[in-house]
């Protein structure tokens, strides 16, 4: 009898520390990483999402992605991808044409004089300057060829090695740079658009409403800068959450005040959200190329804004 006891007691202990163990692994995986896409929390963000005010709303990972410093390869060991795989699919949204590509939200458009004396002969028309957006659907005839920055992720090819370069001078300043989200198909941004909209329908909205609501946080498929290999997500290795307390990090300090230095501008700034209809994302960067993200960085614009400019 004594005997018996002492063994449920045994198995007790053991189902005890097992459970313990599975919450753990769980709470872990769920809420410390940066998810290559970032945009589900661990216990939805939709409810505590709606508590907060817009300018608090954070977007909180979804799973782990690699807790791993990411190891960028050279541009020549990266492979290229296949024209099948590397050509985005057609899309149905609408044409983008030079007149939709005005942004009529910009609401103070630069003297003409200010655009003179860009080099290179930058212009708007630029591969490097391509934008996408709600308002600016990526092109139907648009094709990428990628290349691996390291950890799963995919680029354009022709910005990889400013990416490696930008993580070295970050690695040199003692800052660890991690890329957590990269090159996005229309088919993934269609799945994660549609996971946020069934978050808002089950808590009772509207279809409509949960397609609004939805739009806030993650980019309707097609509308994504992901899908043009110029954008990443970067984060640091003790701070992978995608919201807004990775603005005080020394990692996001460093990429606002040097990511021009290597062609990147911070996309979505938090003086510019009424222009670019994006909340406020200190880790979202996005390559223009060296010449157009000085000039972004030190007059202070958006892209839209530059854009605009240059015209
Ligand atoms: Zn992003």
Avoid at 59 to 87: A, H, N, T, Y
Avoid at 183 to 203: G, H, I, M, N, P
Avoid at 275 to 298: M, Q, S
């Amino acid at each position: 009898m004594k005997r018996k006891k002492y063994r449920w007691g045994r198995i007790i202990v053991a189902i005890s520390i097992l459970l313990l163990v599975g919450f753990g692994v769980t709470f872990f995986t769920e809420n410390l990483f940066c998810s290559s896409e970032g945009w589900n929390g661990f216990w939805g963000t939709v409810s505590s999402e709606m508590e907060r005010s817009e300018n608090e709303l954070s977007v909180e990972p979804s799973k782990k992605e690699s807790s791993e410093e990411p190891v960028l390869e050279s541009s020549e060991e990266s492979f290229e991808e296949s024209s099948k795989e590397s050509s985005v699919e057609s899309s149905k949204q609408q044409e983008e044409s030079k007149e939709s590509s005005k942004t009529s939200s910009v609401s103070s458009k630069p003297p003409v004089s200010e655009s003179a004396g860009l080099a290179g002969g930058t212009s708007a028309s630029d591969w490097n300057l391509i934008l996408v957006s709600a308002k600016h659907p990526l092109p139907d005839d648009f094709s990428v060829s990628l290349a691996s920055v390291g950890n799963g992720h995919k680029g354009d090819k022709r910005v990889v090695s400013s990416l490696n370069a930008m993580i070295a001078g970050a690695k040199a300043d003692g800052i660890t740079l991690m890329v957590c989200s990269s090159y996005r198909t229309k088919e993934r941004s269609a799945y994660l658009y549609q996971k946020q909209v069934d978050q808002w329908l089950k808590k009772g909205y509207s279809q409509e409403e949960a397609e609004k609501e939805a739009a806030r946080w993650v980019a309707p498929p097609g509308t994504s800068e992901h899908h043009t290999g110029l954008a990443f997500d970067i984060v640091t290795p003790s701070y992978q959450k995608l919201n807004h307390g990775f603005a005080n990090t020394a990692a996001a300090k460093w990429m606002k005040a040097h990511a021009h230095e290597y062609g990147f501008i911070l996309r979505f700034p938090e003086d510019k959200q009424d222009i670019t209809g994006i909340t406020f994302e200190p880790w979202h960067f996005r390559y223009v190329g060296k010449e157009n993200a000085k000039i972004i960085f030190e007059k202070g614009l958006c892209l839209e804004e530059y854009i605009e400019m240059i015209k």
